[in-house]
């Protein structure tokens, strides 16, 4: 019960100069409170290339997109630029209007004075509207030298190439799989599971082993999940939805995978630390060594359990390091 809007033919502006629009949007307290939209509005108005400009409470409201349908309308204008929020959420909205106007809605330039301006120098609103004008200013720099886009549509290969089968990449294979999506699962080492092989309980006190068994009887009963171990990727060609990657696996023997999507699941390494004795003192151990011993053969007699945190991430040698030790006494 759908239907495809309609447009009016596109309006040909290539041999016209620069006529753009500038909107500056008060947005009640969300940007009047601290930038002066009015001083903003002036400013543009003498911008090169700029023939109107206009403040509106609530540009995004139905009643102002008419409005700007109209200015497009009366004063020529063939390039827009709107100073408002977040372009994430409304720059839809105002190329949708251009489109309703007969503008290409590429011939658009949005500035966002909400987010990058009043909301993080609410303290400072002389300087916060200083911003402001720099900010539509680069924005109809910009606008003035855009040109009309007209999208194509290319097929794409359904096929996803997951690197790393670790939990993430086995459970995105599954994923896939239970949409209809065919994936090649590529692991560089001889079995699933990565990192996960070497834990023994999740956040919650499960039974992790279990847990990942299961998961890779799931993904090798899968008829659309390929599964590729002790291989990697040597090389990546090809264009967006259509990529031709090479495969390497341990015996030197290479195969070309075409796939449209790529997911990275590659995972981490856990840190191993230099200090406090450890590879010196059986004693010392890693927390995933603490884990296992826990799960496997428990702590014996030990008495007293030292946990040091944090180990080698303090240190200025090696700022991003992350570890822990465990000593028995």
């Not at 299961?214 to 990697?232: C, P, R, T, Y």
């Not at 290479?254 to 997911?263: A, F, K, R």
Request: glycine share 8%.
């Amino acid at each position: 019960m759908t239907a495809v809007q309609e447009y009016p033919p596109e309006r040909d502006v290539s041999r016209e100069l620069p006529r753009v629009g500038v909107f500056v949007c008060n947005c009640g307290i969300n940007i009047g409170s601290v930038v002066n939209v009015t001083e903003v509005a002036d400013f543009a108005a003498e911008l090169a290339g700029v023939v109107h400009t206009e403040e509106f409470l609530f540009t995004c409201s139905q009643d102002n997109i008419i409005k700007i349908k109209e200015r497009i309308s009366e004063h020529k204008l063939n390039r827009v630029v709107v100073a408002s929020c977040t372009p994430r959420t409304h720059a839809p909205l105002f190329q949708s209007s251009m489109k309703e106007a007969g503008l290409n809605p590429y011939l658009y330039e949005h500035a966002n004075i909400r987010e990058q301006s009043s909301w993080v120098h609410r303290e400072f609103p002389k300087e916060a509207t200083e911003k402001a004008k720099d900010l539509v200013r680069m924005a109809v720099a910009k606008v003035r030298l855009l040109k009309p886009v007209q999208p194509t549509f290319i097929d794409v290969n359904p096929k996803v190439l997951v690197v790393g089968g670790g939990i993430a990449g086995m459970t995105a294979a599954l994923s896939l799989a239970e949409q209809g999506f065919h994936s090649v699962l590529v692991e560089k080492s001889r079995d699933l599971g990565g990192m996960a092989n070497e834990l023994c309980y999740s956040y919650d006190g499960g039974d992790l082993p279990r847990f990942l068994n299961g998961l890779k009887a799931d993904v090798k009963a899968n008829e659309l999940i390929e599964v590729m171990l002790k291989s990697q990727v040597q090389n990546v060609a090809g264009y967006l939805g259509n990529y031709k990657t090479k495969i390497i696996r341990n015996d030197e023997s290479t195969s070309e995978i075409e796939h449209g999507g790529v997911i990275i699941a590659t995972g981490a390494n856990p840190v191993v630390p230099t200090e406090y004795l450890y590879g010196e003192n059986p004693s010392v151990i890693t927390q995933v060594q603490l884990e296992q011993r826990m799960y496997y053969q428990g702590l014996g007699d030990a008495n007293t359990i030292v946990m040091i945190n944090c180990v080698g991430s303090r240190n200025r040698k090696d700022l991003i390091a992350v570890g822990s030790a465990v000593l028995n006494l």
